[in-house]
Each structure stands twice: as structure tokens, then as C-alpha cells.
């Protein structure tokens, strides 16, 4: 089993196939995926999607979505992680979150989220990050924003409308430093 990373609460990994279980019955989740263009999943695009992150995105290992593991419990909350794009021809990373429902409010996503900001810093040596948030994801653009990004511009692609927030991971950068 490979560790990403721990915050106080939480452990991030690799995804496994015993995950696929509880991965599904998040994606399956109409709420859950709301703000998803391509919304609920299958448990075969669900196991398909796994199998993508198994041992990190396969263009980009350092880079996927991980499970995120309650420490205590080993409880499956969710899949966080940071996922590589091609922007108006510019390459981002962008931080990608999301939280069991009936665990939300508990400020889970933004611990996740501070701690992937510290690790794309300070192991990755990532120089900036984004967040796409679909309109009205009004609790996503909250956790970008206390991970320490702010909103930079909207944009659409094929997926639809979304409002990138960013930050700089650099010296000084307003990353991390929320
Ligand atoms: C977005 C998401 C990850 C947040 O998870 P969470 O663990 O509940 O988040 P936290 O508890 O860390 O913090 C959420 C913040 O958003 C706020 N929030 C929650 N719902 C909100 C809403 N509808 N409108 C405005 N703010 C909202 C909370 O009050 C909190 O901010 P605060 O601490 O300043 O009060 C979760 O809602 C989720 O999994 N959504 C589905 C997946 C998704 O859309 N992911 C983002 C797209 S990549």
C-alpha cells in the first residue's frame, strides 16, 4: 500500500480494487455527483476509473486521484488528489476533492486539500495549482478558497462552464499559507 500523504485525520493512498465498493457508492450518488458533467457512474466506469488511478495517473504517477482513508477508523471517505491538464494550451494541476455525503461539514475536504497544497510544495515541487468548479458548487469554491486559492477567471470546454480558482505555490505564494 503506498502512502501519498497524512493530515491530522486522514491517510491518502493509492486506490485499491478492494475500494471499488465503497468508491461506487459514492459515485453512484446523484447529489454527490451533481456538479459532475458526466454525473452518476456505473460500477463498470467506476471500476474503470480505479483501475486509471491504481498507481497514480498514468502519464503523471506523482499526480491521481487517492483514496482518502480515515485514520482511525479506516474508513473510506472519499478520493482526493491532483489531476494533470491541458488548459487553452497551458498544463495545470489541478486539486480535486470529494467527501462521503453523510460526512460533510465535518471540514475533511479542506484538511485533504491543505494537505495535498503542502505536499504539491513541498514534494512535488509544484510551482501552481487550480481548482475548476463548476457554477453554483458553492461548497468546492469554499474549499479552494481555504486551501488558499482565489478565483482567477471563467471558462468552458467541452465539459461545460467552470470557474478556475488558482494560487502560487512559490515563495509568497497565497497557497499553503491559508
Ligand atoms: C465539495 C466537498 C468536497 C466539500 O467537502 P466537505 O468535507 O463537506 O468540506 P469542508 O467541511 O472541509 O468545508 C466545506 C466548506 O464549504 C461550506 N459549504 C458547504 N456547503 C455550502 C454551500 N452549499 N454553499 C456555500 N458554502 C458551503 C462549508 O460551510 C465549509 O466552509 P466553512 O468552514 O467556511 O464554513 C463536498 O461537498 C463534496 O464531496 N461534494 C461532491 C463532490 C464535488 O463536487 N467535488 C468538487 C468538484 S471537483
Redesign the pocket.
Known sequence: MTIILQTRRLSLRHLEPADLQPLFELYRDLE?????PDGARTLEETREELEWFRRGHPRHPELGLWATVETSTGAFL?RCGLLPWTIDGVDEVEL??????R?????????A?RGIVAYARDVLRLRRLI????PG???????AV?AGMTFERDHADEYGPCRIYAGSLEAGGSVGSA
Request: glycine fraction near 8%.
Open positions: 454527490t455527483r451533481r456538479y459532475f472519499g480535486a476533492y470529494l467527501i462521503d455525503r460526512r460533510w461539514g465535518e471540514g475533511l475536504a479542506t484538511e486539500a481548482a475548476q468548479v463548476t458548487n458553492d461548497a468546492s469554491a469554499r474549499v481555504k
